[in-house]
């Protein structure tokens, strides 16, 4: 494609996501299946350049100001990620004589609104969360892409196994620094025709969420229930810990999603999962399991500000306004699954949130009305930037 074609593409496509009344991933994707005709390389260097725009909104508009032409069309330009020498074979003389002006501004002399991209209200609160040294790691951690984690289903196959069929392919995977199942990919391989994928020696899945499942530590035979199932990445990784014994509740209130989770459920091979679509959180089924549960998962609704690598949109259309919604809704959901528990049980609850408004506050609630004291299991730094941003009693990616 012409460089002014594509080009030109970038700039529709970042007018679009600017809008910021769909998710970012749905417009891309809509994008896309608009134009079928585009290649790997087109697709990915759009979609890239769009990412990055949202990871940079504030520092980027910045910079263009001292441009000409559509402000959609600048933000490609200084965003652009794909190669440097195409994209110039779209600029005119004026255009290329301001990115290389562009290109001597000294970034980090800017303010600190400007390198690090983040909404007033949520600079704020993470800076009165984080101790000083911690801000500025994390700011950098989260307005990088996000590597792409793979969980070893241990009902098929082993880590070390799944490694070498990946290199064999081309792909090199390395051992995550925490899970004992996880191996982490670099780019945005083909995984969905290899092997060990159609064979559910492998599924997609974020470091993060398989230590939820590691947390959650169901035993064989034992009965659990995933409350907040969603697709269901982590119901595999709790089914493959029980070994494919017991009872294995998975709930969500979207049916929508819990269809996404049966082929991955007929790849798995486990067949002590029972997904099932509830009305509410205190559906009848719930009721009927009351204090027969030995774990129970609460992976709750939350803003996901703890997956900007992967969703830099939600940083501009979350609000505190919408996360004082959620934390009324996490209480809720945590009291009633709360009752499944029989003595003893272990409860797990987590959010993809950074907030202490959705983790810390919520889990205080919970215990002041339940009259009892948890376990944190939030570290107490931040997790180091190479891991999931998941932070368990606390913080996802993918699931």
């Given amino acids: 494609m012409h460089p002014n074609a594509l080009l030109d593409l970038a700039t529709e496509l970042i007018r679009q996501l600017l809008r910021m009344d769909q998710p970012a991933d749905g417009v891309v994707s809509v ?5 079928k005709a585009l290649g790997a390389r087109e697709r990915h260097a759009l979609a890239e350049t769009a990412y990055a725009v949202l990871r940079q909104r504030l520092l980027l508009q910045h ?6 032409g559509a ?21 005119g003389p004026h255009e290329q004589q301001w990115l290389s002006h562009v290109a001597t501004v000294d970034r980090g002399s800017l303010p600190e609104k400007l390198r690090h991209n983040l909404p007033d209200w949520l600079a704020a609160a993470l800076h009165q969360q984080l101790p000083a040294d911690d801000f500025w790691p994390l700011v950098q951690a989260l307005n990088e892409p996000a590597p792409l984690d793979l969980r070893v289903n ?10 070498r069929a990946l290199a064999a392919a081309g792909i090199d995977a390395q ?26 020696a492998v599924e997609v899945q974020d470091e993060g969420s398989q230590l939820l499942a590691l947390l959650t530590d169901a035993k064989r035979g034992e009965m659990v229930v995933d409350f907040c199932a969603g697709a269901g990445g982590k119901t595999l990784a709790l089914g493959a810990s029980m070994r494919n014994t017991g009872r294995l509740y998975a709930f969500d209130v979207s049916g929508h999603r819990l269809d996404s989770l049966k082929p991955r459920l007929a790849r798995s091979g486990l067949s002590n ?12 089924r719930v009721r009927r399991l009351a204090g027969k549960i030995d774990r129970v998962l609460v ?12 969703n830099p949109d939600l940083k501009w259309r979350q609000s505190p306004a919408s996360i004082a919604e959620l934390q009324v809704k996490q209480i809720a959901i945590l009291s009633s699954a709360a009752r499944l528990l029989k003595p003893g049980g272990r409860l797990v609850y987590a959010t993809c949130s950074l907030l202490a408004a959705e983790n810390e506050q919520v889990a205080t609630a919970f215990e002041a009305a339940q009259g009892v004291t948890s376990r944190s299991c939030r570290p107490s730094r931040p997790w180091p930037r190479h891991t999931s941003s998941r932070q368990p009693h606390s913080s996802r990616g993918q699931d």
Avoid at 71 to 80: D, K, P, T, V
Avoid at 154 to 163: C, H, L, M, N, T
Avoid at 273 to 284: G, I, M
């Fill in 31 to 35: 994008f896309f299946r608009r134009h």
């Fill in 63 to 68: 910079l263009a100001q001292s441009g000409s």
């Fill in 71 to 91: 402000l959609e069309r600048r933000l490609a330009i200084l965003a652009w990620q794909g190669s440097a020498t195409f994209v110039r074979g779209a600029l």
């Fill in 154 to 163: 241990a009902v098929k196959a082993k880590r070390d196994e799944v490694q």
């Fill in 175 to 200: 051992i995550t620094p925490f899970s004992p199942w996880g191996l982490r990919v670099q780019g945005k391989p083909a995984l969905n025709k290899l092997d060990v994928f159609l064979s559910g």
């Fill in 273 to 284: 999962v029972h997904p099932a679509q509830l009305a509410h959180e205190r559906d009848d």
């Fill in 299 to 310: 992976d709750a609704p939350c803003s996901g500000l703890g997956t900007l690598r992967r």
